[in-house]
T-cell receptor, first 116, second 114 residues
Framework: AAGVIQSPRHLIKEKRETATLKCYPI?????VYWYQQGPGQDPQFLIS???????DKGSIPDRFSAQQFSDYHSELNMSSLELGDSALYFC?????FGGGWNTEAFFGQGTRLTVV | DAKTTQPPSMDCAEGRAANLPCNHS???????VYWYRQIHSQGPQYIIH???NNETNEMASLIITEDRKSSTLILPHATLRDTAVYYC???????????????FGTGTQLKVEL
């Protein structure tokens, strides 16, 4: 079965550079969530999209932005990167059935971002 | 979303049942209990979820107390590959997607040993 695809899997950037992370949800999933997981920490919710509209926002820095496109894939754009942005970034998707009612979210394998 | 409380770590012998408890005493009537696990640095993996009835699937069983203030995830025959951090998450059953995010707390590090 198709899973959530994230790219790239690994990314190394220098401070003050920009990075774009991509997420391709499972087919027919209309909801995408982004999470950040720092070293030794639990995943922290950043932002989510439902039907291409932002639906919820967590502790996402102003330097970050995201969007969901017409084909439901999503991109997380990160600018003015800082050393503290080094983390695993996970994307998850939920199916459209019931508009998200009582549905589980499936996670991708993540993008490991290292800022040097 | 209601907060959950889990023990920080547990050990289990391979082949034995692993019983992972979770307290969610402030759970609301429209909140489900979800369990996810994360094997080292991999994406969190969905295990099971329930509202008030006990649930079972190919991976695990979920026992929710009658007052819904606590639950137990049961891995019937733990293997070394079940070593992971297990997260108990209470999540609103929303009518629209995206608004019902998963909020991860501090899970339980389960270590399965020979």
């Amino acid at each position: 079965a198709a899973g959530v695809i994230q790219s790239p899997r690994h990314l190394i950037k220098e401070k003050r550079e920009t990075a774009t992370l991509k997420c391709y949800p499972i087919p027919r999933h209309d909801t995408v969530y982004w999470y950040q997981q720092g070293p030794g920490q639990d995943p922290q919710f950043l932002i989510s999209f439902y039907e291409k509209m932002q639906s919820d926002k967590g502790s996402i820095p102003d330097r970050f932005s995201a969007q969901q496109f017409s084909d439901y894939h999503s991109e997380l754009n990160m600018s003015s990167l800082e050393l503290g942005d080094s983390a695993l970034y996970f994307c998850a998707s939920s199916p459209a059935f019931g508009g998200g009612w009582n549905t589980e979210a499936f996670f991708g394998q993540g993008t490991r971002l290292t800022v040097v | 979303d209601a907060k959950t409380t889990q023990p920080p770590s547990m050990d289990c012998a391979e082949g034995r049942a692993a019983n992972l408890p979770c307290n969610h005493s402030t759970i609301s009537g429209n909140e489900y209990v979800y369990w996810y696990r994360q094997i080292h640095s991999q994406g969190p993996q969905y295990i099971i979820h329930g509202l008030k009835n006990n649930e079972t699937n190919e991976m695990a069983s979920l026992i929710i107390t009658e007052d819904r203030k606590s639950s137990t995830l049961i891995l019937p025959h733990a293997t070394l590959r079940d070593t992971a951090v297990y997260y108990c998450i209470v999540r609103v059953a929303g009518l629209t997607g995206g608004g019902n995010k998963l909020t991860f707390g501090t899970g339980t590090q389960l270590k399965v040993e020979l």
